[in-house]
């Protein structure tokens, strides 16, 4: 059941440049989506989101984009710090169908000074 | 800033004995949740509580697990009889006013890693 895939495993970015994290969804019926970021032993700490009524959101050094027909969303660090290294979870859920949220494996970030 | 709080933070169990996984949500949120990342897998959903009933749950929790709110502020997990492959950090999320009709942010405590032996 793969419903929520982040096919990168890792991502590493120079501090001050772009991080680009990526995630791709199977379910149509998913309609609202979230970005968590997680540090070890700790729990998910929520990012950022967006509705599937709009394309873009954005939150400081944080935007995150969704592209409905290609059922893909986006989290872009602009610029990216050593703080931002994480892992980064894609989830999404089914307003109207369920109560939760359905996870990606993640993408551990690591920004290099 | 309001936080879910876990305890403890690492239980090492013995299979087949039972063992408790408490929560205290963020106080003005109606919606609970427990969720478990078995080591190198996905976070999986495995119940929803609200207004003292399980509101929704995955094929995951089965008969062995049970949730609680036994007051104002905890939300219990218990496993009654535990199995190797329940090894895995639990966590416990709370928000609002629920996902089913909202596009409500579920925050999530620090979790309890569970060791069974």
């Known amino acids: 059941d793969q419903q929520v895939k982040q096919n990168s495993p890792s991502l590493s970015v120079q501090e001050g440049r772009i991080s680009i994290l990526n995630c791709d969804y199977t379910?149509?019926?998913?309609?609202?989506f979230l970005w968590y970021k997680k540090y070890p032993a700790e729990g998910p700490t929520f990012l950022i989101s967006i509705s599937s009524i709009k394309d873009k959101n954005e939150d400081g050094r944080f935007t995150v984009f969704l592209n409905k027909s290609a059922k893909h969303l986006s989290l872009h660090i602009v610029p990216s710090q050593p703080g931002d290294s994480a892992v980064y979870f894609c989830?999404?859920?089914?307003?109207?169908?369920?109560?939760?949220?359905?996870f990606g494996k993640g993408t551990k970030l690591t920004v290099n000074p | 800033e309001p936080e879910v709080t876990q305890t403890p933070s690492h239980q090492v169990t013995q299979m087949g004995q039972e063992v408790i996984l408490r929560c205290v949500p963020i106080s003005n949120h109606l919606y609970f949740y427990w969720y478990r990342q078995i080591l190198g897998q996905k976070v999986e959903f495995l119940v929803s509580f609200y207004n003292n009933e399980i509101s929704e749950k995955s094929e995951i929790f089965d008969d062995q697990f049970s949730v609680e709110r036994p007051d104002g502020s905890n939300f219990t997990l218990k496993i009654r009889s535990t199995k190797l492959e329940d090894s895995a950090m639990y966590f416990c999320?709370?928000?609002?006013?629920?996902?089913?009709?909202?596009?409500?942010?579920?925050?999530f405590g620090p979790g309890t890693r569970l060791t069974v032996l």
């Open positions: 379910n149509s019926m998913f309609d609202y």
């Open positions: 999320a709370s928000s609002e006013v629920g996902q089913r009709f909202s596009t409500d942010t579920q925050y």
């Open positions: 989830a999404a859920s089914e307003k109207g169908g369920s109560e939760k949220l359905v």
